[in-house]
């Protein structure tokens, strides 16, 4: 028998490491291809443009100015209704999946009213709406001052948190 060196035994277990590694990753590639070449085989190659438009005739009956429009992911329809300008958004099989609408800050609750007075003190709003969406209910509000801009959300609390911050010297 042939004495190998140490070395050949550490060089051996490196190659049947590499090779393992190589294998792994490419039963991992060929698993996710298979995944996602399944998830958009299913997917239709454009919006279903029905159903959104007889949901949103079923929800909106007597909306004015209506003005249609696509993203690769959803619909979004904005329109005047009692009064507000809305927009409803709907996905790839027309369904509705949330409302916008520009409001006021004094319709907006009033701890969400007293927490933008006690923090925001020298800020204006720029922008404030509200988005329906699942049951749920969030505002969205930018706020400015001369140095920065904020966003701050309600999306999963009952009171503001940040969203976005940047000072008003950066672009976007």
């Not at 792994?24 to 998830?39: H, N, P, R």
């Not at 979004?76 to 800050?105: C, E």
């Amino acid at each position: 028998m042939i004495e190998e060196p140490a070395s050949y035994l550490s060089e051996t277990n490196q190659k049947t490491y590499k090779t393992f590694i190589m294998k792994k990753t490419i039963l991992s590639i060929a698993i996710l291809l298979s995944v996602f070449s399944t998830a958009f085989a299913n997917r239709p190659d454009s919006f279903n443009k029905k159903n959104a438009l007889t949901s949103f005739q079923r929800d909106f009956k007597s909306a004015s100015d209506v003005s249609w429009s696509e993203t690769p992911r959803f619909m979004r329809v904005s329109f005047h209704f009692d009064k507000q300008n809305l927009y409803a958004y709907y996905d790839i099989q027309g369904n509705l999946i949330g409302l916008v609408h520009h409001m006021l800050t004094t319709s907006l609750p009033e701890d969400l009213q007293k927490q933008i007075k006690k923090e925001y003190t020298g800020y204006w709003v720029s922008e404030l709406f509200q988005v329906t969406f699942e049951d749920a209910t969030y505002y969205f509000i930018e706020l400015k001052n001369a140095d920065e801009t904020v966003v701050l959300t309600t999306e999963g609390s009952e009171r503001w948190h940040t969203y976005y911050k940047k000072n008003n010297s950066e672009t976007f």
